[in-house]
Each structure stands twice: as C-alpha cells, then as structure tokens.
C-alpha cells in the first residue's frame, strides 16, 4: 500500500508544474535594502533612489526625516506606521546619517538568482540528487508563481517573447487562474507599481499532460537568462577540470560530466523513470555525489513557436559531479556507464528505444590517451620509414648506382688462412707477365693497414674476358 507522501509526490509530478517562489522584498524593515546594511534609525535622513515603488513595513516607526517617492506607495501591517521623531536618540544611532533605500528595479523575471522552487516533504529528500538547468531555474509555462503575503515587490517583465506564460500567480493573498483577472490586477495602481516591462504575463491554468514531459518554454530568453546570471558575476561559469566539456540544451555553461539522450515511444513516463534512476543508482557508494537533471528537448533547439510538426523530441538525461565543487565529471561518467548499461538489458521496459551517450574525459585520461597514440604513430612511421629504406637500399644495390668502399682493415683474413701453412705452400714457377710480384708487409698475416676500393659492377652482357696470347709450345717444352 502507498503511503500518502508518495501518492502526494506522484501528483505533484504527474501536474508537470513546481511552485516558483520569487524571493526579493522590497520590505522597508529588511536591513538588506538599505545602502548601510541596517534598518535606519529615528535620527537617520531616509532617501529613495526611485519614485515608482512599492515598500510594505511592518512595524512602527520613529522619523526624523524622510523624502518619500513621488509616485509611490507604502504597504502597512495592522501595527505598523510612522510617528515623528522626539529627537532623542537611541544606543547606537546617536548620529544621525543619510541612509538610502536601494534601486528596486534590478529585479528581473528571468534572473534565476530570485527564484526559489518550493518542493513538497518527499521531494526536498531528493533534490539533493536534482540538477537545475539554468533554462529551468525561472518559472517554466506551466509552473505556480508564488510572491509570498506580506512582502512588497518589483519586478522587471522584459522579455524576447510577447507573453509570459505560466500556470497560476499568487500575491497579496490572491491567486490568479486566468489571464483575465490577473489583467485587471496589473492595471491597479499596486499592480503597476510591481509589475513593469515589455512582456505581459499570461496565466493559462493549464498543467502539462505529457507523460512523456513538456518543454519549459523558455528558450526564446536563454541568451537573457544567460546575461543576467552573468551580470552580477561576471562569470558564473565553474572552472573545468576536463579536456572536452559538454554543452548542455538549457543551460548557460560548459559541464564536465556525462550527458545521455533518450529516443522513446508512447510507453515512456518521464517522471517514474527519472524515479526509477534514483532509486536504484543514487545515494549509493560513489555515486552519493552525483545529481541530474531530466527534460524533454528538441536537439535542433529550436524554440516552441518555430518548432516544426516533424521534429523529434528527445529526452536529455544531464549527470554531473556535486555541482558545488570543482570537478572532472569522473563519477558522473561513471554512471553513466551504468545506467547505459541497464538500458540495453531493461530500457524496452520503460518505453525506451534508443540511447547515446556523450561524455567528458579527464585531462589524466587525455594524457594518456595521447601518449599511447603517440607511441602506436611512432611505431608506425618508424616501420614505414625503415621498410622504405630498405627497398631504395636494395633497388640501387641491383641497378648499380651505388658504390660502396669497405675499410680493409675491416676484412680479416687470419679466419681463413694460416701464415705458417702459406709459407710451405709450392707457387710454382713466377711468370712476371701473369704472376706479377706483391709484396707484403711483415705484418700482412694481421689487419691491412690503409683503405681500398672495391667497386661492386654488375656484368654486363656481351662482355668477354681477353687474355695474353701464349706459345703452347714453348709453354710445353719449359722445364719445371
């Protein structure tokens, strides 16, 4: 039997919508909206930067001085207001000092640094495993916007598309379900004071009814998404501890990581497999470290109003080492592999068709990849290079165009005679014109002394060997 948290988490994800909760307050008695970083005193001078405005206090107040925005207004609690100063002042606040409310309108809709997801009990267990794409970080189509009661806010709409669209929008103790009334709202005067821009927003009450998941919505405002995270920071991006980083759809940075991208059919139910891939992978050895992200793309990226009727959605699993720390993407990988690896033996189950995986490499891996493919093109070349010497050596041995001199000190001929044996050998008679006379060196049982040629000539056909004529006779009648 389900208990009634799962049943209560499984709503919550088959609704397709989480609850955005917006965070800044333009709240008179917030320290963080004064330029001093403290609640001003009754001696203090109060300033505002801006006329439109909308400040909600809480408490009452002593003033000696404030100049008050010209087209703005100030929210009061059931205790709360203003009182004039006494003059006297109070511990810490003996010198009274100009103090300013901060510029309000650096509040932006798509700036994910001011919006918080609300989860239920179940899910704040897993969300420690839950890897937010930055695209998905504002409120998505059909998510519930909450500005909590009892805070003032302002909030800038700018937007690369006409209307803002979202499921519902709670504020003052009001919840809006339709565009209709929540027009009616924004050109109240509050309503002006919180809300300005170029975009409108669009309430639609409608939850996504894909099982298979929806599209967030926002890809038409990535490059602003991108630009107001960037803004305060500079750069928000991590730096990489990979050689190859990979780019996931939705997001504004560069990852080291894993990332698999699913083909499905109708079967497939994006919320209970990613339900299945933590239970059964996450929390558990090495991979306690490793979150997720899950959503429906289309790879051409294109956004939802120019997205063509023969597209193909696929679904982007993104893995990641603990996003808080500088890492190579080493466990996710690993992962990865995992859970690759259950797909080809169960992904049917789930209404998997396909799956391909990218991942990044650590930079030791890369090393040692190049250098083993530097020794395998070593070996290569060398070989290559030797066999090519070789046949060039041989060729121009065989057609004669290569002479080659060999010291005689090299040629050794002690092997092969013996100097004492020679000396007893009969020569016969000396014939000076065909046994010419050498003579020898003391030495000439041993190595040569010098250096001689020996050319290497091919016989050439037609050629004969011509010798001295001889009188036979004679040659015959010589005494031995």
Sequence with gaps: ?????????????????????????????????????????????????????????????????????????????????????????????????????????????????????TLSMSEQEKNKYIFTLDEESVPCQYDDVVFQPGTSFRVDLDSDAQNINVKTISLMNMKFASSADFDNYKQSYTGKLQFYGNASIAVT???????????????????????????????????????????????????????????????????????????????????????ISMTKIYKENFSKQTIPNDAVSHIQIVLIDNATKLTTGTLAARLAEEIMADITSQGDAFGIVSAELKKSTNIEEQEGRNISAGKITGIVVGVLIAALLTGSLTFFFISGRIRVKIPLPLINFKNYFNCDVAETVDKGFSNPVYDPQVNLSPDSCGHYPGEHAINIVPHQAGTSIITPPFDGHDFGEQEC
């Excluded at 008050?68 to 009274?96: T, V």
């Design 1 to 117: 039997m389900w208990s009634a948290n799962f049943i209560f988490s499984l709503l919550f994800h088959v609704s397709g919508a989480l609850y955005r909760q917006w965070i800044p307050d333009t709240n008179f008695n917030n320290a963080s909206n004064w330029d001093k970083g403290k609640i001003p005193c009754k001696n203090d001078r109060i300033l505002f930067l801006r006329d439109k405005l909308s400040v909600f206090v809480q408490t009452p107040l002593d003033l000696m001085e404030m100049y008050a925005p010209l087209d703005g207004e100030f929210i009061l609690s059931h205790s709360a207001g203003f009182a004039a100063s006494d003059g006297q002042s109070e511990p810490g606040c003996e010198r009274g000092e100009d103090i300013t409310f901060k510029d309000p309108d650096q509040y932006k809709w798509y700036d994910p640094k001011y919006w918080q997801t």
């Design 205 to 291: 009450n409608t939850k996504c009814e894909d099982k298979s998941g929806c599209d967030c919505g926002n890809s038409d405002n990535h490059r602003r998404i991108c630009s107001n995270l960037q803004q305060e920071l500079r750069s928000h991006c991590t730096e990489l501890d990979c050689t190859n980083p990979l780019k996931p759809q939705g997001h504004c940075c560069e990852i080291c990581g894993a990332i698999i991208y699913l083909t499905y059919d109708d079967q497939f139910d994006l919320e209970l497999y990613r339900e299945q891939l933590i239970n059964s992978f996450f929390g558990l050895g090495d991979n306690e470290g490793v979150q």
